[in-house]
C-alpha cells in the first residue's frame, strides 16, 4: 500500500499528527465539558482542568523525549525547550497528563472514580486522533516487512520517503488503543462490578503490553535489546501489577483484621 500525501495540512499550515491531536483534544474538552455534572464538578472548572492537562501533557511529553535523546540535546540543551521543533513522548504526555488531571480533580473536589473513567475514554480516543495523523504523514517508522499490509510513503516530504514497504506502526498504535476504547465502553458495567475503578489501570496496562510487542518492529535505538519505549512499558506493568498486589493484599488484610475482631475469644455472640 502507498500514501502519496503531503504530511503538512490545510496547505502546510500543521502536521496532519498535530491537526489531529488538536481535533482529538478539542473533542474530549467538549466531552468532559458535557459530563461535568457526573464528575460532581461545573463545566467551567471542568474546562479549566483540561487547560492544565494540556500544559502537563505537553510537557512531560516533551521531558521523556529529551530524555530518550539526551545525546543530542546534550550538545544543544537549549533545543530542549523548542517545543516547536521536535518529538513528544507518548508515554509522558499519558502519565504526566493523567496524573495531572486526577490531582487537579482531586483538589477540585471531584469524583475521581467517574471522572477517570471518562478521562480515559477521551485519552484514548485522543491517541487514536494523534496516531492516525502520524500515520498520515509517515513519522513512526517501522521495519522493513513484505506483508500485505506493508505502508510505502511516495511523498518526499514524509519521514518514511524511500524507506521502501514498512511496518505502519503508527496505524498498529491507533487500532491498539481503539481497540482498548471499544473494550472498555463495551464491557463498562461488567468491568466496574468486578474491578470498580479499573478502566485507567487496564488502558494503561492495554497500552503498556501492545506497545511493548510492537517495539520490536519499530525503529529506534535500543538498550539490552528493547527500546526507551518498551523500557517504559514494563515500568508501567510492573507499576500496575504491584498496585493491584498491594490493594489485594490491603483487602485482604482488613478482612483478616474484621473477622478477628467478630470472633474475639471470650466474647458472645
Same mark, same amino acid.
Given at each position: 500500500?502507498?500514501?502519496?500525501?503531503?504530511?503538512?495540512?490545510?496547505?502546510?499550515?500543521?502536521?496532519?499528527?498535530?491537526?489531529?491531536?488538536?481535533?482529538?483534544?478539542?473533542?474530549?474538552?467538549?466531552?468532559?465539558?458535557?459530563?461535568?455534572?457526573?464528575?460532581?464538578?461545573?463545566?467551567?472548572?471542568? !474546562?479549566?482542568?483540561?487547560?492544565?492537562?494540556?500544559?502537563?501533557?505537553?510537557?512531560?511529553?516533551?521531558?521523556?523525549?529529551?530524555?530518550?535523546?539526551?545525546?543530542?540535546?546534550?550538545?544543544?540543551?537549549?533545543?530542549?525547550? !523548542?517545543?516547536?521543533?521536535?518529538?513528544?513522548?507518548?508515554?509522558?504526555?499519558?502519565?504526566?497528563?493523567?496524573?495531572?488531571?486526577?490531582?487537579?480533580?482531586?483538589?477540585?473536589?471531584?469524583?475521581?472514580?467517574?471522572?477517570?473513567?471518562?478521562?480515559?475514554?477521551?485519552?484514548?480516543?485522543?491517541?487514536?486522533?494523534?496516531?492516525?495523523?502520524?500515520?498520515?504523514?509517515?513519522?513512526?517508522?517501522?521495519?522493513?516487512?513484505?506483508?500485505?499490509?506493508?505502508?510505502?510513503?511516495?511523498?518526499?516530504?514524509?519521514?518514511?520517503?524511500?524507506?521502501?514497504?514498512?511496518?505502519?506502526?503508527?496505524? !498498529?498504535?491507533?487500532?491498539?488503543?481503539?481497540?482498548?476504547?471499544?473494550?472498555?465502553?463495551?464491557?463498562?458495567?461488567?468491568?466496574?462490578?468486578?474491578?470498580?475503578?479499573?478502566?485507567?489501570?487496564?488502558?494503561?496496562?492495554?497500552?503498556?503490553?501492545?506497545?511493548?510487542?510492537?517495539?520490536?518492529?519499530?525503529?529506534?535505538?535500543?538498550?539490552?535489546?528493547?527500546?526507551?519505549?518498551?523500557?517504559?512499558?514494563?515500568?508501567?506493568?510492573?507499576?500496575?501489577?504491584?498496585?493491584?498486589?498491594?490493594?489485594?493484599?490491603?483487602?485482604?488484610?482488613?478482612?483478616?483484621?474484621?473477622?478477628?475482631?467478630?470472633?474475639?475469644?471470650?466474647?458472645?455472640?
Amino acid at each position: 500500500m502507498t500514501i502519496d500525501i503531503d504530511p503538512q495540512a490545510i496547505g502546510g499550515l500543521l502536521p496532519w499528527t498535530t491537526l489531529l491531536t488538536i481535533a482529538g483534544a478539542s473533542g474530549a474538552i467538549v466531552w468532559m465539558m458535557r459530563r461535568a455534572s457526573t464528575f460532581s464538578l461545573t463545566p467551567r472548572a471542568t !474546562y479549566g482542568i483540561a487547560l492544565r492537562v494540556a500544559l502537563w501533557s505537553l510537557l512531560g511529553g516533551r521531558l521523556l523525549h529529551v530524555i530518550d535523546h539526551i545525546g543530542f540535546y546534550a550538545d544543544v540543551p537549549f533545543q530542549a525547550f !523548542y517545543l516547536w521543533n521536535g518529538g513528544q513522548s507518548l508515554w509522558g504526555a499519558l502519565i504526566v497528563g493523567a496524573g495531572g488531571a486526577l490531582w487537579h480533580a482531586k483538589r477540585s473536589g471531584a469524583d475521581l472514580r467517574a471522572f477517570a473513567h471518562d478521562l480515559t475514554l477521551v485519552g484514548l480516543t485522543v491517541v487514536v486522533a494523534g496516531r492516525l495523523g502520524d500515520f498520515l504523514a509517515g513519522e513512526r517508522l517501522g521495519t522493513g516487512t513484505s506483508l500485505p499490509w506493508a505502508m510505502t510513503y511516495a511523498n518526499e516530504r514524509s519521514a518514511s520517503f524511500g524507506v521502501g514497504g514498512a511496518h505502519p506502526v503508527a496505524l !498498529y498504535e491507533a487500532l491498539l488503543a481503539a481497540a482498548l476504547l471499544v473494550v472498555l465502553v463495551r464491557f463498562r458495567h461488567r468491568l466496574e462490578t468486578k474491578w470498580p475503578g479499573s478502566t485507567i489501570d487496564i488502558a494503561f496496562a492495554g497500552l503498556a503490553a501492545g506497545r511493548f510487542l510492537i517495539g520490536f518492529v519499530t525503529v529506534n535505538d535500543t538498550t539490552w535489546g528493547l527500546d526507551f519505549s518498551q523500557w517504559l512499558a514494563l515500568i508501567v506493568l510492573a507499576a500496575i501489577g504491584l498496585y493491584a498486589f498491594r490493594g489485594s493484599a490491603w483487602s485482604r488484610m482488613l478482612g483478616a483484621r474484621t473477622k478477628t475482631k467478630e470472633h474475639t475469644p471470650g466474647e458472645t455472640r
